[in-house]
């Protein structure tokens, strides 16, 4: 007779249903990226993982199929709130929407007001763990992701679980250390949860995060590097020294991409499909960008591409300093994203003063990105920290050869001279020095088509990722007390 390990989900976002950024990408291919392990991986276990999002309003009009599951209640200082559930199968996945109280009075997914994100990620996290009691379905493990849902591994360590029942182990994935939440132990209050004493830096002690973290069976960083990194001063966040005590709990496992929908041999965004067998064809995706983005298409000249959130996060500064510091070569550049408005001025500027190499385009447009991806040479991405990122891993997809800072995830997925190339301090001029490596490499093509293969050829597929959580729930259902 086969097992059944049952997993619950939990995340801010999630593609297909709404996307902000990364974690959207990651919990929505991950759990079924689990679901779809085949027996022989599995040891014969079955994966039942369900997926839970708030009903943020945004996303309301977005999903067909729905219905609803009958309510539960929270008690909120004294008062009985609603909690409202409906289910969608996304692939044979249950999906759990839940509404009601500060859910349904916030807007997008994130707002700018902290104070409203604490309530609605309290709320949901302590919801989701009813809503299992209320589906009489008791999940063996719970998977939180960043801040939002943090909460949830520490309302399962301080609140009463269902008699009878064994309590999940929890484990919490780690995008974006450096968002810790906001202080929510008024919050925690309304609802009768006691904060606890705790080895946390006083000033941790009422955020989410931190939280979650003290509470969690198991910490998972998005990548290797990642995991070691938050360790050290420069990347904990304030937590290095806590986190130190959890070293035995906490790993690195690096993300996978869809590559269904990552897929140059299929992808209908962009102007002529190829593989890496046919990397001509990419010729004619270079000639569709330039076109369509305003610049006189050429062959012969580098074309740099960058897709990214305007922030100091991604070292686009750099970007923007170092390109105008290569004046006596040429070059073009097409740069996709929005986000901090002093970058996006910058960036402007950049194009200003470049104005027949440079385009911007400061908005969100995953089809642009794509034509981005399949249609640039080298691919600028000199990130201050990056836990995991997708880009690179979608640029040497598409046989773009990548250009990034040695950190994180990016430390994990590029290799210097063989899929691209790496720069170590976040300094403009060895930010340079490795653009110009690129350059040199580009005018041989020869040795500049083995760098693409070699990026192509990489196998950044969910499956290894996901085995690899397998094992990390199994490994903590056979500890739990
Ligand atoms: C966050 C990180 C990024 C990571 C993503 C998914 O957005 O900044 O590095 O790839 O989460 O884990």
Same mark, same amino acid.
């Given at each position: 007779?086969?097992?059944?390990?049952?997993?619950?989900?939990?995340?801010?976002?999630?593609?297909?249903?709404?996307?902000?950024?990364?974690?959207?990408?990651?919990?929505?291919?991950?759990?079924?990226?689990?679901?779809?392990?085949?027996?022989?991986?599995?040891?014969?276990?079955?994966?039942?993982?369900?997926?839970?999002?708030?009903?943020?309003?945004?996303?309301?009009?977005?999903?067909?199929?729905?219905?609803?599951?009958?309510?539960?209640?929270?008690?909120?200082?004294?008062?009985?709130?609603?909690?409202?559930?409906?289910?969608?199968?996304?692939?044979?996945?249950?999906? !759990?929407?839940?509404?009601?109280?500060?859910?349904?009075?916030?807007?997008?997914?994130?707002?700018?007001?902290?104070?409203?994100?604490?309530?609605?990620?309290?709320?949901?996290?302590?919801?989701?763990?009813?809503?299992?009691?209320?589906?009489?379905?008791?999940?063996?493990?719970?998977?939180?992701?960043?801040?939002?849902?943090?909460?949830?591994?520490?309302?399962?360590?301080?609140?009463?679980?269902?008699?009878?029942?064994?309590?999940?182990?929890?484990?919490?994935?780690?995008?974006?250390?450096?968002?810790?939440?906001?202080?929510?132990?008024?919050?925690?209050? &309304?609802?009768?949860?006691?904060?606890?004493?705790?080895?946390?830096?006083?000033?941790?002690?009422?955020?989410?995060?931190?939280?979650?973290?003290?509470?969690?069976?198991?910490?998972?960083?998005?990548?290797?590097?990642?995991?070691?990194?938050?360790?050290?001063?420069?990347?904990?966040?304030?937590?290095?020294?806590?986190?130190?005590?959890?070293?035995?709990?906490?790993?690195?496992?690096?993300?996978?991409?869809?590559?269904?929908?990552?897929?140059?041999?299929?992808?209908?965004?962009?102007?002529?499909?190829?593989?890496?067998?046919?990397?001509?064809?990419?010729?004619?995706? &270079?000639?569709?960008?330039?076109?369509?983005?305003?610049?006189?298409?050429?062959?012969?000249?580098?074309?740099?591409?960058?897709?990214?959130?305007?922030?100091?996060?991604?070292?686009?500064?750099?970007?923007?300093?170092?390109?105008?510091?290569?004046?006596?070569?040429?070059?073009?550049?097409?740069?996709?994203?929005?986000?901090?408005?002093?970058?996006?001025?910058?960036?402007?500027?950049?194009?200003?003063?470049?104005?027949?190499?440079?385009?911007?385009?400061?908005?969100?447009?995953?089809?642009?990105?794509?034509?981005?991806?399949?249609?640039?040479?080298?691919?600028?991405?000199?990130?201050?920290?990056?836990?995991?990122?997708?880009?690179?891993?979608?640029?040497?997809?598409?046989?773009?050869?990548?250009?990034?800072?040695?950190?994180?995830?990016?430390?994990?997925?590029?290799?210097?001279?063989?899929?691209?190339?790496?720069?170590? &301090?976040?300094?403009?001029?060895?930010?340079?020095?490795?653009?110009?490596?690129?350059?040199?490499?580009?005018?041989?093509?020869?040795?500049?088509?083995?760098?693409?293969?070699?990026?192509?050829?990489?196998?950044?597929?969910?499956?290894?990722?996901?085995?690899? !959580?397998?094992?990390?729930?199994?490994?903590?259902?056979?500890?739990?007390?």
């Amino acid at each position: 007779m086969s097992k059944t390990l049952k997993v619950l989900f939990l995340a801010a976002e999630a593609d297909p249903f709404v996307k902000v950024g990364g974690l959207g990408d990651v919990a929505g291919s991950l759990p079924r990226a689990l679901r779809a392990l085949s027996p022989e991986l599995t040891g014969e276990v079955l994966l039942d993982v369900r997926l839970v999002l708030p009903f943020h309003p945004v996303i309301r009009s977005n999903i067909t199929s729905l219905h609803s599951l009958p309510p539960f209640t929270l008690r909120r200082n004294g008062e009985e709130i609603l909690v409202e559930v409906f289910e969608t199968i996304l692939e044979e996945m249950p999906v !759990y929407f839940i509404g009601g109280g500060p859910i349904d009075a916030s807007g997008s997914v994130y707002s700018s007001n902290s104070e409203t994100d604490g309530e609605k990620y309290t709320f949901f996290s302590l919801a989701a763990l009813g809503l299992a009691k209320q589906l009489n379905w008791y999940p063996d493990v719970v998977h939180a992701n960043d801040w939002h849902t943090a909460l949830t591994a520490y309302g399962l360590l301080v609140q009463h679980w269902q008699e009878g029942q064994p309590r999940p182990a929890s484990l919490i994935t780690v995008h974006n250390l450096p968002f810790l939440g906001p202080d929510v132990h008024n919050v925690l209050e &309304k609802y009768d949860i006691p904060l606890a004493q705790t080895d946390l830096p006083d000033w941790a002690r009422l955020k989410p995060l931190p939280l979650g973290l003290w509470s969690a069976d198991a910490i998972v960083a998005v990548s290797p590097t990642y995991a070691d990194e938050m360790l050290s001063k420069d990347y904990g966040s304030g937590l290095q020294d806590f986190l130190k005590t959890r070293r035995e709990n906490l790993t690195g496992i690096l993300n996978g991409l869809d590559v269904n929908s990552f897929d140059p041999t299929t992808d209908k965004d962009i102007a002529a499909q190829f593989t890496a067998e046919s990397l001509d064809q990419r010729k004619a995706n &270079k000639t569709a960008l330039a076109t369509q983005v305003g610049l006189v298409a050429d062959q012969a000249v580098p074309l740099f591409g960058v897709v990214s959130r305007m922030d100091p996060q991604k070292g686009i500064d750099l970007v923007l300093d170092g390109l105008r510091r290569i004046v006596d070569t040429p070059w073009q550049a097409v740069v996709l994203g929005t986000g901090d408005p002093k970058l996006e001025e910058s960036a402007r500027k950049l194009q200003k003063d470049f104005s027949e190499r440079v385009r911007i385009a400061a908005k969100y447009d995953s089809r642009l990105a794509r034509q981005i991806y399949a249609g640039a040479d080298i691919f600028l991405m000199p990130s201050r920290y990056e836990p995991c990122g997708l880009s690179q891993m979608i640029a040497m997809r598409y046989g773009c050869v990548p250009v990034v800072r040695a950190v994180g995830g990016l430390h994990d997925t590029v290799t210097e001279g063989e899929t691209g190339f790496v720069f170590i &301090k976040p300094q403009v001029k060895d930010f340079v020095t490795a653009v110009q490596r690129a350059l040199d490499t580009y005018r041989n093509k020869e040795a500049w088509q083995a760098m693409q293969k070699n990026g192509m050829r990489q196998d950044f597929s969910w499956t290894k990722s996901a085995s690899k !959580y397998f094992e990390l729930y199994q490994r903590l259902i056979s500890t739990r007390t």
